[in-house]
């Protein structure tokens, strides 16, 4: 019985949980390295055979690209080479190679972050060795718990990394780099963050599976499908999102338990270590590494998924910031921020399309991507208009905000789901683009509201009388 990608892909995911207990054991670092690196390649040859040499191709070309090009300009040729290739390798059939299966394609996306990522931590390590900003302590704390210098050997040991391979977490080669030197690897916790980690998968499971025995993306693609009522259609796509994020919610946490098991991702509280970045306070790390005392850990850095922020988090906002956050991290770091200030307006459709071209090739991405700043500017509207009164108003206006995010959150995702332009488009004129019809409603009535808000108003007069009083 051939085994389905679903099913190799939950195998792949079990079983790294207890290998990465086993990585964490060894004391000798080049060791580590290469084990976590054969490990990884074998994983994805048994999996994707030989599409392997995607990745592979992938990795040697940005290496080659990194000591060709140097540090100054590296991070701008990795990423519009790495996201060239990543568009190649998904039309690749059409030149008669053989079409990639879906695990292929998961692979190939973390090991794009992974590449792009290195090339801009190689150019920020080099203008930060060059900089003369901050006191002499903070360069050198900089220097030695931020830069990096990696050789070839090592940025392709670290593309090749097993942890994160097939479903994230994303992690800098900085924290690739601090787990295999750790000097403390004795004293980080897996056990007792882990427990707690896995305790939700019970729950999370039994959801996914009561939901897909009852309801499937299949069937909105037929002709029965649209012959049932408006209310039916509608409501079908609740069910869907149900399905769609239960089913991430289990691989994120599997993921997030084998960084547990190997020590990735762990470091002291006290270095106030942020999702995705790592230790922001590089004098308390340094005194936590040096200190004789018994130090306590976090995982921070791997964090990918707060429960709590996707589905009870009250705007949508919090909803996407709760949200597969180490790539999150990427997207905000490595897209968002680094672009020109000539084109600061644009900063989140840009980051969507980024986002959604990255996740793949399909209309359905765009479609869904690109109503987000929508309704990002949609919310904010009506929450300038409207939440403000009393406390008892605020508090009722938050939940409406949650239940039109959640609502928005179905629509969009039945774009990711159906994925062709046809099929998407198809079942939102079912529903008659409800979700576009709401949130430009609640764009215009936002924004003619706002205007007239006595707290808007009052907020002007104060201004405009301070700038008189200067």
């Not at 207890?18 to 990585?23: D, E, H, R, T």
Request: net charge positive; with cysteine.
């Amino acid at each position: 019985m051939e085994l389905t990608d679903d099913v190799v892909y939950s195998l792949i995911l079990l079983l790294s949980v207890p290998v990465g207990s086993a990585v964490k054991l060894i004391p000798s670092p080049e060791l580590k390295k290469a084990v976590c690196t054969i490990i990884g390649i074998v994983a994805a040859f048994l999996t994707i055979g030989g599409h392997i040499l995607h990745p592979f191709f992938s990795s040697v070309a940005s290496i080659l690209a990194i000591k060709i090009v140097g540090p100054r300009k590296c991070h701008i040729f990795l990423f519009f080479g790495c996201f060239g290739y990543l568009a190649f390798f998904r039309t690749c059939h059409y030149f008669g190679i053989p079409k990639v299966s879906p695990i292929s394609n998961a692979v190939q996306l973390f090991i794009t972050l992974r590449l792009i990522g290195l090339g801009f931590e190689i150019h920020d390590s080099y203008r930060e060795l060059s900089s003369q900003e901050g006191s002499a302590e903070e360069r050198h704390l900089r220097k030695q718990y931020v830069c990096i210098d990696p050789s070839s050997v090592d940025m392709f040991q670290y593309a090749f990394c097993f942890i994160g391979q097939f479903a994230g977490p994303y992690y800098k080669y900085r924290t690739y780099q601090d787990m295999i030197y750790s000097p403390r690897t004795s004293e980080i916790p897996s056990m007792g963050p882990l427990i707690p980690c896995l305790k939700q998968l019970p729950l999370i499971g039994v959801t996914y599976l009561f939901f897909s025995y009852f309801f499937n993306i299949q069937y909105t693609q037929t002709d029965e499908f649209y012959e049932h009522p408006f209310w039916f259609r509608l409501f079908y796509m609740v069910p869907m999102f149900i399905i769609f994020r239960t089913r991430l919610y289990m691989a994120w946490i599997l993921s997030e338990s084998m960084c547990m098991t190997s020590g990735l991702g762990a470091y002291p509280e006290a270095s106030q270590p942020k999702c995705g970045q790592g230790p922001t306070d590089l004098k308390k790390l340094h005194e936590s590494y040096e200190s004789k005392d018994s130090v306590d850990y976090n995982y921070e850095t791997i964090h990918s998924l707060s429960i709590y922020g996707c589905e009870l988090g009250r705007t949508t906002k919090e909803g996407l910031r709760s949200w597969n956050m180490t790539v999150q991290y990427w997207l905000a770091t490595y897209c968002h921020r680094r672009v020109p200030n000539s084109l600061k307006a644009y900063r989140v459709a840009i980051t969507m399309t980024v986002s959604a071209f990255w996740h793949g090739i399909y209309p359905g991405y765009y479609l869904s991507f690109l109503l987000v700043p929508v309704v990002l500017m949609a919310e904010d509207n009506m929450r300038a208009a409207f939440r403000h009164g009393s406390q008892q108003w605020i508090e009722s206006f938050d939940w409406a905000c949650w239940f039109f995010k959640m609502r928005a959150f179905d629509y969009m995702c039945m774009g990711f789901l159906l994925l062709r332009l046809d099929y998407t488009l198809r079942y939102w004129k079912s529903i008659y683009f409800l979700g576009h019809v709401v949130t430009v409603l609640f764009l215009i009535i936002g924004m003619l509201v706002k205007k007239k808000s006595p707290t808007n108003v009052d907020t002007s007069s104060k201004m405009k009388e301070k700038v008189k009083s200067n």
